[in-house]
């Protein structure tokens, strides 16, 4: 009998830590995990992130496999995390109705839910009992579904899908002008359910839309009508807004730790290298500690001053939340993944041995990463006094699943089992490369003979619409017709893509549609036009 090699004996200790913390609490028909087992509740965010841990130790698995039992724990582990992403998918396509009245109305009340039960796919709380809209998980969910079909899993099985994934983009691709409730789901930090715009949300919107643009979603056996097709434009103003507003997260957060998120692993939405380390110093210096990061300052949740008879705070007592903010260890993982993303070894050995110091384990062995450390009450005077002095205490869940996933995952990646490119098959770790210098090229035609003779007359000799065939060239507003027919789907009663509204960027590609080519004129051109015809 063959004996197990090292690198057996190390997976089948995270595949033991994965299955006692998260998978065995998988539902056997819907896929879904709830935050915690006493919970029926499956929310977006975590279930992707638990799927990221599966499919990681999947892929480690196939690399590592010993013996025929390896492979098929790789299989089975494979089928877990479609099942998770399915079952998710299931999920929204019930609230499809939802997702096509926001398309035009971008109200709160009608966004997707952010929490589902793990028995049935439905809803478990009222559209105005939560803050449902959180443009970043459902953005996050897009761009893993993205990474993980690049990958070679199979996750999307229909037509009638693909238009549903096709309207998920149509959701997002505003992130950059929706205030929503944001990576906490309780928007501005007076918790008084004020949605405002998010740095967090607009940054993984990007990179969902620039990893899902022109992916075909059945993968290599797939076809055009697959596809899914982003109007660049979006993504271009996503990133302008993103730029202008980082290292600040929004109106009320100066600095939020969930930026690291998109900086960094798994978002990878930031392309100014100088940008993303004046973030990252930033909660360094403002949000770091001994157990974690705090969230964001003034952050009263889990903390001993919260009153937990209520929700909400006033402003004027945010104050008494100062150096006491809870400390999230889930924070020194993000810091652990930038480290080994970037090739940086210091840092993430540094903050790994921080990380082990405040790990929970244990009879058996296992580490568990709990959801944060707060000040006791009899030590919040020491330490308001003396910040970082006092010992903390574990509080919330134990393991928080998104923590215990990522924590799995990072193991996994510092010990060689995966490669970063694995991870990342869509390479967006290569955003902040030196990209060629753009050439802005302006081709200028005649609408027909009579101007391109006026034309001549100044010296502009140029070609007419005709004589550039077999380019047709049409205005902007067929291409926006064009595509305002994607993601229509009969079946579920999807109307496509709402706004004519058609960028510079779209307009400055050639497009192919059956064997015909096709240019369209800017749309800022024409309304120019237009004005002055009518000023006339």
Known sequence: MRSRSNSGVRLDYYQRILYSTIIKNQHA?????????????????????AAMSIWT???????????????????ELDQSVVKIMRGLLMCMMRQVEKLERFKYSQSPKDALHAKYSIEDYNTVVGDNEWGHLQIDAT??????????????????FTLDEVAFIQNLVFYIEAAYRIPDYGIWER???????????????????????????????FGARGGP???????????????????????????????????????????????????????????????????????????????????????YYEPWELHIFETIECEWPLFYIYF??????????????????????????????????????????????????????????????????WGQSLYVL???????????GELDPMNRRLITEKKPDLVVQVVILAEDKQIQEKLREYDFDVNTVSEVMPIEVHPAR?????????????????????????????????????????????QMRRRSYRSQSLRR
């Open 29 to 49: 028909v819907t896929g879904l995990i709830p935050a915690s087992p006493d919970q029926g509740h499956a929310w977006i965010r975590d279930n992707v992130y």
């Open 57 to 75: 130790l999947a892929m480690a698995y196939k690399k590592n496999a010993d013996l025929d039992e390896d492979r098929a724990k790789a299989y």
């Open 139 to 156: 953005s996050l969910y897009v761009l893993m579904l993205s990474q993980m079909t690049a990958s070679g899993l199979q996750i999307i």
């Open 187 to 217: 928007g501005d930090k007076t918790n008084h359910g004020l949605p405002e715009l998010n740095a967090s949300s607009i940054g993984m919107a990007k990179a969902a839309l620039e990893a899902v643009n022109d992916l075909d979603l």
């Open 225 to 311: 009508a697959s596809m899914i097709h982003v109007l660049a434009d979006e993504a271009q103003n996503c990133q302008a807004v993103l730029e202008s507003m980082l290292p600040r997260e929004s109106n009320s957060k100066e600095i939020d730790a969930a930026l690291l998120s998109i900086v960094g692993f798994p978002a990878f939405a930031v392309e100014d290298p100088e940008l993303i380390h004046k973030t990252k110093e930033c909660i360094r210096r403002k949000l770091q500690g001994r157990y974690g990061c705090k969230r964001f300052l003034r952050d009263g949740y889990k903390t001993a001053r919260e009153d937990p008879r209520r929700q």
């Open 336 to 401: 652990i993944l930038d480290g080994l993303f970037s090739g940086d070894k210091v840092q993430a050995e540094e903050y790994y041995e921080a990380l082990e110091e405040i790990v929970i384990r244990t009879e058996n062995g296992l580490k568990l990463l709990p959801e944060m450390y707060a000040v006791p009450p009899d030590k919040v005077e020491a330490e308001k006094a003396n910040p970082h002095s006092q010992e903390r205490v574990a509080v919330g869940k134990i393991p928080q699943m």
């Open 410 to 420: 990072s193991c996994l990646l510092k010990e060689g089992f995966v490669a970063v």
């Open 478 to 522: 067929v291409l926006s017709e064009i595509y305002a027919q994607l993601g229509k789907n009969r079946k579920l009663k999807l109307s496509g893509r709402p706004s004519h509204d058609v960028g510079l960027l779209s307009t400055s590609k050639l497009y192919m549609l059956g064997d015909k080519i096709f240019a369209f004129t800017p």
